[in-house]
Nanobody, 122 residues
Framework: QVQLVESGGGLVQAGGSLRLSCAAS????????MGWFRQAPGKEREFVAA????????YYTDSVKARFTISRDNAKNTVYLQMNSLKPEDTAVYYC???????????????WGQGTQVTVSS
């Protein structure tokens, strides 16, 4: 069993930056690939980024490539999402997830955090 807690969300102006953190407890994080997803009001939860167990491979949805960076510190049991050049369309609740592989679909993950709100004003 893994418990995930996101933090770092908030209100930022367009063009600004935020760094989200996802702290894990219960089991060591290096047992899992990790993903970040987001859900805007009235929309389905969508894939943002994923990283392999070792951190050697990462994947991004096209809309965040070159702006967002996923990373992990297995010693700290924490995964990060650095978000730069934020746009109003990035506004959503952001969730981290742990699973057996760095999948782009929600069904590939076994554990989810409660989410953190990111709001980007224009």
């Amino acid at each position: 069993q893994v418990q995930l807690v996101e933090s770092g969300g908030g209100l930022v102006q367009a063009g600004g930056s935020l760094r989200l953190s996802c702290a894990a407890s219960g089991r060591t994080l290096n047992s899992y690939a990790m993903g970040w997803f987001r859900q805007a009001p009235g929309k389905e939860r969508e894939f943002v980024a994923a990283i392999s167990r070792s951190g050697g491979n990462s994947y991004y949805t096209d809309s965040v490539k070159a702006r967002f960076t996923i990373s992990r510190d297995n010693a700290k049991n924490t995964v990060y999402l650095q978000m730069n050049s934020l746009k109003p369309e990035d506004t959503a609740v952001y969730y981290c997830a742990a699973g057996g592989g760095a999948y782009v679909y929600t069904g590939g993950y076994d554990y989810w955090g409660q989410g953190t709100q990111v709001t980007v004003s224009s």
